[in-house]
């Protein structure tokens, strides 16, 4: 009686990493899907035109679950990559400055009912948004002044946007905090601007030698990463 045997690399490349990658496809799916919905009330009185800026991470979540389903095509739009790695830097940040501002609205919501413990200010959605956006700034974004000019500047409009004509997502008392609120968005485009310049300063280089990507193969998140790190060794 012989036994099946899948050599280990052979198994990761077949089960464990469509695995993991069908498990963030589906939450970044649920979180934007499940956003979106709950988003949809505070669409009142906002011009249809500007609806697209109401929901800010649960619209980023959904856009990564697409560039997972299709790495390969989204990757030859590296204006569209560097908007979603920009936002998904900035919401996943922006959001824990509110909890921190508005302690109240702070709730750590269960994963599949499981209450985990608090990581305050992050809860775990953004937590993720944050570890995706530094994923894909050192394994995805090219470096361009063009691209990295577009991206800061549509995340200048959203805010534009956000604080001008109201689309902000607002909180229970938020509006008594406008001005604070204001002031912290700018500090976190500050640090948004930062990071851009150092991703298009050939910075991510140095990460990469850090990281060894050059010469092995790492496990961040395999199936995210795995890929793109094949195609750089061919």
């Known amino acids: 009686m012989t036994s099946l045997r ?131 700034a050192i394994f995805v974004l090219e470096r361009s002044w063009y691209n990295f000019s577009i991206a800061f500047s549509w995340l200048l409009l959203n805010d534009f946007i956000d604080f001008v004509f109201l689309t902000f997502p607002f909180y229970n008392g938020t509006f008594n905090i406008l001005e604070t609120a204001t002031v912290y968005y700018i500090l976190i485009n500050l640090v948004i601007l930062v990071l851009g310049i150092f991703f298009t300063l050939n910075g991510l280089d140095y990460v990469k030698n850090a990281l060894g990507i050059e010469t092995k193969q790492i496990s961040l998140i395999p199936t995210i990463t795995s890929s793109i790190i094949e195609e750089e060794k061919k």
């Open 6 to 136: 899948l050599p280990k690399d052979q198994l990761k490349q077949k089960f464990i990493l469509p695995i993991i990658l069908v498990s963030f496809i589906i939450l970044n799916l649920f979180w934007g899907v499940f956003g979106f919905l709950s988003y949809l009330p505070r669409t009142d009185g906002v011009l249809f035109f500007f609806w697209l800026f109401v929901p800010d991470c649960p619209l980023y979540s959904f856009l990564f679950a697409l560039f997972l389903l299709d790495r390969e095509r989204f990757k030859s739009h590296q204006s569209f990559m560097w908007i979603l790695t920009f936002g998904l830097l900035k919401f996943s940040l922006a959001a824990p400055v509110m909890y921190l501002l508005l302690p109240d609205a702070y709730h750590a919501v269960p994963i599949f009912g499981i209450t985990l413990p608090n990581i305050f200010p992050f809860d775990y959605f953004h937590l993720i948004l944050l570890l995706q956006g530094l994923i894909m």
